[in-house]
Each structure stands twice: as structure tokens, then as C-alpha cells.
């Protein structure tokens, strides 16, 4: 059994769904749903990342542990690699970031992060990802794409079409509806396990120009040289929630 902790990061602040960490679903807040999920994946300890003394009261009153972060993170790993210094943690500890928005998130996708880190010593990072099959998510920019080498070490990720099908013209002008057997397309699934000797080097790492252009932070460390390993998930992906409408889905799977 490879022994690693979760990190669960929680802004109250949130544009398009204010106060998420704490919204009811089923009887719990949101945020319970999600530390309850992490405990389940057999992670050795589980803590709440937040930026806001309610949610610290939430979680405890729940009997979760809840760490107070800075409010002036600019993203969830920057707030994890204050938790890991917070911690103290040795620089071999594995970190699984849990989205503090995924309260139906598979407890075996977090395990298997977690392993899949822990089997390549050369990364600093794993994550995992997806076959995609329907040409409209092969096309949609808000789906992050990767593609891999030969190890299963990712190569970039992209919002753009990648691997980009040159001759496939009815894939691009999206005519058709699912993509060619011949086309291995990976989408990213935003979970990710890190060394914590990466977490505390990551603050000073400088961003990179295709992760400004793209939004995607996960570029920063392929740009300065860290390894990302990434795991092909077989299983399904839970829904996220970032609008009222996601809350709606998820509460109605929960009823």
C-alpha cells in the first residue's frame, strides 16, 4: 500500500458559485462530501486547504481537519505548498490535490494517482486522463487535452485539438460525431499527486508563456523540466460542481 495524504483545497470566494465549499447537498456542505470521499481512498491523513474561517469551523464540527491558508493564493497548488510546508513535510511525501468541488469524485481515481507517483521515480507530478471519443469534447476548449510519450510521461497539454488530426477533415469542421479508432485522444482529468519536495519548489518557479496563453497551470512544471506522469483512467468521471446547474445534478445523484 503506498501511503500518501490528501490536500483539499477550499476558496469560499467563487465567481460563478459563491460560497461553494459550503453548499448543502443532501444534509452536508459540500466540502464534508468531498473530505469523506478522500477518506475513503485509504490516504493516510486528509486536510481542508481554506482561506476562510467558516469553512475551517465546517470541517471541524465534522471532525475533518481544516488548515488556515493564505487568502492571496492564485491557485490550489500554491495553496497546497503552504499546507506542505505548514506539515513540514519530507521532500519523498506523496500530496494528492483533491478538487474541493468534486464531492462524487471516485475514491479509486485518488488512489490510483497516488500510485501511479509513487511507481515512476522521475516524476514530480502524476495526473490522469481519458479516452475521448466524441468529436464535440475533441473540439471544446474547455476540455483540456494531453498527449503522452512512449512511458506514459505527458508531453503537453492543450486546450486546442492535440494530437491535431491534419488529414481528418471531418473531424475538425466537426461533421462528425465521434472521433476515428485510429485517433488517441486523451482528455486530462484535473487530479493531481505530487512530491512534496515539488510543492515547496513550486512557488518559485516563474510561469511559463504557454501556460498564460493557455490557462493551464500544469504547464509550469513541464516548462522548467518536471515530469508529469500520467495515468489512463478506465473508470467514469464524476460530475464537478461550478454552476447552480452542476449543484443541481449532483444533489439530485445524492437525494
Not at 453548499?23 to 493516510?44: F, L, Q
Not at 506522469?229 to 445524492?254: F, H, K
Request: net charge negative; with cysteine.
Amino acid at each position: 500500500m503506498t501511503p500518501f495524504i490528501c490536500i483539499i483545497p477550499a476558496r469560499l470566494a467563487s465567481t460563478r458559485l459563491p460560497n461553494k465549499p459550503l453548499a448543502d447537498i443532501a444534509g452536508k456542505p459540500m466540502i464534508v462530501r468531498v473530505a469523506e470521499r478522500a477518506n475513503a481512498s485509504g490516504a493516510t491523513e486528509v486536510y481542508v486547504a481554506t482561506d476562510h474561517a467558516e469553512v475551517k469551523a465546517v470541517c471541524e464540527a465534522h471532525q475533518i481537519r481544516a488548515l488556515m491558508t493564505s487568502k492571496d493564493h492564485q491557485s490550489g497548488t500554491e495553496r497546497l505548498a503552504e499546507v506542505a510546508l505548514q506539515l513540514q513535510l519530507d521532500d519523498d511525501a506523496l500530496v494528492v490535490n483533491v478538487q474541493g468541488d468534486e464531492p462524487l469524485i471516485d475514491p479509486a481515481l485518488i488512489d490510483a494517482v497516488a500510485h501511479r507517483l509513487h511507481d515512476v521515480p522521475g516524476a514530480a507530478i502524476a495526473t490522469a486522463a481519458h479516452r475521448i471519443t466524441v468529436v464535440a469534447d475533441f473540439l471544446n476548449p474547455n476540455v483540456v487535452k494531453v498527449v503522452c510519450g512512449a512511458s506514459g510521461m505527458a508531453q503537453y497539454f492543450s486546450r486546442a485539438p492535440i494530437p491535431y488530426p491534419r488529414d481528418a477533415v471531418e473531424v475538425l469542421q466537426g461533421s462528425a460525431s465521434t472521433l476515428p479508432a485510429a485517433l488517441v485522444a486523451l482528455r486530462h482529468i484535473g487530479i493531481y499527486a505530487y512530491r512534496a519536495k515539488f510543492l515547496k519548489q513550486f512557488a518559485t518557479l516563474t510561469p511559463a508563456p504557454a501556460e498564460q496563453a493557455e490557462a493551464l497551470e500544469q504547464l509550469r512544471a513541464l516548462h522548467h523540466g518536471f515530469g508529469i506522469a500520467v495515468m489512463e483512467w478506465q473508470g467514469s468521471v464524476a460530475v464537478g460542481v461550478d454552476t447552480e446547474d452542476d449543484l443541481r445534478r449532483v444533489r439530485a445523484l445524492l437525494v
